[in-house]
């Protein structure tokens, strides 16, 4: 899992935002399953997720030489 998360506060304006994006995988026998996900919250509201992309993917062979 990786992760990124940052903040800014103005002081003279009295606001303040985070953001956290969450990038996770799990990988199940041939497949490979990716998700990333965002926070983001200033302070007038409680904070929203969402989800910017979840994918599964995997190889396909070749039998042909």
């Known amino acids: ?13 009295n606001d ?3 953001s956290l994006n969450l990038q996770s995988g799990l990988n ?5 399953i990716r998700n990333l996900s ?4 200033n302070n007038s509201d409680a904070g929203d997720w969402d989800s910017a ?10 039998d042909q030489q």
């Open 1 to 13: 899992m990786n992760y990124q998360f940052s903040g800014s506060n103005d002081m003279q304006a």
């Open 53 to 62: 992309y979840l994918y599964m993917q995997r190889s396909i062979r070749s």
């Open 38 to 41: 965002t926070w983001n919250k």
């Open 28 to 32: 199940v026998g041939p497949w490979r």
């Open 16 to 18: 303040e935002y985070y």
